[in-house]
């Protein structure tokens, strides 16, 4: 029953991502009287739902490095401020983004918890908040354009055409609502991956993961909303900003649904890299704001005539405060539930300059030398840590920060391989990765990089790579499995989380 409470603000939140974010892959559509309403909520539910357990793991990720919340009370409340803050706005019929509110009670989070938050991983995801509309109004345009030369060159008959319209708009719709549920899971449950309460589920047919557990439970979320709640701004986005023909209504949801499976396909970024090429970032756009684009894009095409520009300076309002309302939200309610219910809402996490950090430290040139004054040193949070250095060395870069940080931090764990029987049976692992572990059972750590070195030494499969573009993918699954593996033993092992 606890664990359903504490579930329950994410579950409030994929509701209302359903009611604000989801419905918009099929508004166009609605609002142009080409798709039913009922017909756009069953595909766009199902669709969502795939999207949601096949390819959520990419974009929560991102969220994970940018504040890593490890307390399931701490995920509760985030969820919360983000969910009260969703629906505060869909309440107002602005088509705000998810991914706005949820980011921003990160960010509240780190604040009380006196955690640093990671400013490239924020800057990284914020940057798309003006580069996923930017991009959506140009696919918009160029399919536009494209969709225009086709139809004067076969001249259709105009029953024909309003047969493929619509066929097209729920296939791409479709399509749309997969990558949004690729994308946006992260929004609903990217907060609990870290303290996921269940127990991996074997169906016979197919293993469900403790985190693929979660994201279907939010796809169903999701899902309801999209039924409840979503026909209010449907009608925003359908009709309030530019009246759409079905021609254009086509092209505004193909335009947004390639933005989203650009930002949330995991295949597109290893393909990518394997061929040395600079990857997209997996990172949790918003439906909202690619729609939106799209549809301003339409605009532009037609000369900015028909552009209803109050709504959409309203939209873009309801963008910028978003994220401030959400982080305020949750710092208040976060010491509500610490002070007054008696909750912990997260774990402290010490940072200490112990002569094993200033030994490793001494291998990167130029650092060891600015932890001499803090030498024996320990620390209450990454904060106060920051801080320390900042004061003691104005110069140093946030990159050394970042490192220090890293190495300094104080994660205390014995391997018990009896506690990871299943990841050394179902191939998690390689057969020498595997054995590695086996070798250093027994052993305590203080930090994380400590294990890591410890198997390295006893094979390569567990040795970092050099950093480019080309072992970049690889380096990223080797971190996420050691953390994983240190997250495993340093909880109890009643199947925290999910491989």
């Known amino acids: 029953m606890m664990i359903l409470l504490y579930l329950s603000s994410g579950l409030f939140l994929g509701w209302s991502l359903g009611a604000n974010d989801a419905a918009n892959i099929f508004g166009t559509a609605v609002g142009s009287k080409m798709v039913r309403f009922r017909t756009a909520a069953i595909i766009s539910s199902l669709?969502?739902?795939?999207?949601?357990?096949?390819?959520?793991?990419?974009?929560?990720?991102?969220?994970?490095?940018?504040?890593?919340?490890?307390?399931?009370?701490?995920?509760?409340?985030v969820a919360l401020a983000a969910a009260v803050t969703l629906y505060g706005m869909t309440r107002m019929k602005l088509p705000v983004s998810a991914t706005q509110s949820i980011v921003g009670a990160i960010v509240?989070?780190?604040?009380?918890?006196?955690?640093?938050?990671?400013?490239?991983?924020?800057?990284?995801?914020?940057?798309?908040w003006a580069i996923c509309p930017a991009l959506a109004a140009v696919f918009c345009m160029i399919l536009y354009l494209a969709a225009r030369y086709i139809l004067m060159k076969s001249r259709i008959h105009l029953i024909k055409l309003d047969f493929y319209n619509r066929i097209g708009l729920l296939l791409v719709g479709a399509f749309g609502a997969y990558s949004l549920g690729a994308s946006n899971i992260a929004?609903?449950?990217?907060?609990?991956?870290?303290?996921?309460?269940?127990?991996?589920?074997?169906?016979?047919v197919v293993?469900?993961?403790?985190?693929?557990?979660?994201?279907?439970?939010?796809?169903?979320?999701i899902?309801?909303?999209?039924?409840?709640?979503s026909h209010r701004v449907m009608s925003t986005v359908g009709e309030g900003i530019v009246k759409l023909n079905p021609v254009s209504a086509l092209t505004v949801v193909l335009a947004s649904s390639l933005v989203l499976f650009l930002f949330a396909s995991q295949d597109l970024q290893y393909l990518l890299a394997s061929h040395?090429?600079?990857?997209?970032?997996?990172?949790?756009?918003?439906?909202t704001q690619a729609i939106v684009g799209a549809v301003i894009g339409i605009g532009v095409m037609h000369g900015g005539r028909g552009i209803n520009y109050r709504v959409v300076g309203k939209i873009v309002a309801g963008w910028v405060v978003t994220p401030v309302v959400a982080g305020a939200i949750a710092f208040i309610a976060l010491f509500i539930f610490q002070n007054v219910f008696m909750q912990r809402v997260y774990r402290p996490v010490e940072y200490t300059v112990s002569p094993e950090v200033v030994q490793r430290l001494a291998r990167e040139r130029g650092t060891v030398r600015l932890l001499v004054p803090l030498r024996g040193r320990t620390f209450k949070n990454a904060i106060s840590f920051r801080?320390?250095?900042?004061?003691?060395?104005?110069?140093?870069?946030?990159?050394?920060?970042?490192?220090v940080l890293r190495l300094s931090r104080v994660q205390r764990f014995t391997v018990n391989t009896s506690l990871l029987t299943r990841e050394l049976k179902?191939?998690?692992?390689?057969?020498?990765?595997?054995?590695?572990?086996?070798?250093i059972n027994g052993m305590s750590f203080t930090h994380t990089w400590q294990m890591q070195e410890a198997l390295a030494e006893k094979t390569k499969d567990w040795a970092f790579r050099e950093d480019n573009a080309e072992n970049r993918q690889y380096n990223k699954v080797l971190r996420d499995r050691i953390k994983y593996l240190v997250r495993r033993l340093s909880q109890p092992p009643a199947g925290q989380n999910g491989i």
Not at 387 to 403: H, N, Q, T, V, Y
């Open 276 to 287: 040395g090429l600079p990857t997209i970032p997996l990172v949790p756009v918003s439906s």
């Open 47 to 77: 669709s969502i739902l795939l999207g949601s357990w096949l390819s959520g793991r990419g974009a929560s990720r991102t969220l994970e490095h940018l504040g890593e919340i490890n307390e399931i009370a701490g995920a509760f409340v």
């Open 426 to 439: 179902s191939g998690f692992l390689t057969p020498r990765q595997a054995s590695a572990l086996r070798d």
């Open 187 to 204: 929004n609903v449950m990217g907060v609990f991956t870290q303290v996921s309460p269940f127990k991996p589920l074997d169906l016979y």
């Open 387 to 403: 801080d320390s250095l900042a004061a003691l060395a104005p110069g140093i870069s946030p990159k050394e920060i970042e490192m």
């Open 108 to 128: 509240g989070w780190n604040y009380f918890s006196g955690s640093v938050t990671d400013y490239d991983t924020f800057r990284t995801i914020a940057a798309t």
């Open 207 to 221: 293993r469900l993961t403790s985190v693929e557990q979660l994201f279907i439970l939010g796809g169903i979320a």
């Open 223 to 229: 899902g309801v909303g999209v039924f409840t709640y």
